[in-house]
């Protein structure tokens, strides 16, 4: 038998606190290129999916950080500096 196509999921749910977490997954499918191995194939696949599942997750929390300095961006430095 020879696998012509490769399909990998990833997916990664992470906890926000306060009650909420954020899910993101990703399907990819490619074809079996001449040369390719099976395993080398399905690795590459699978490396892209979690590469790209980590982006977005990345891209989450660094827009939640951002909103969660902009809450506090009124108070005075001093109780900034205590909060962190």
Known sequence: MKIKEV??????KYNLGDYNSVG???????EVEDGDTEDGAIDK???LAKTH???E???V????????????AGLPVDV????K
């Open 80 to 83: 900034q500096a205590k909060m």
């Open 57 to 59: 997750i990345k891209e």
């Open 61 to 72: 929390l660094d827009k939640r950080k951002a909103a969660v300095q902009e809450m506090f």
């Open 53 to 55: 599942v980590r982006q």
């Open 45 to 47: 696949m699978m490396m």
């Open 7 to 12: 399909s990998a999921t990833w997916g990664v």
């Open 24 to 30: 993101i997954s990703i399907t990819l499918t490619g």
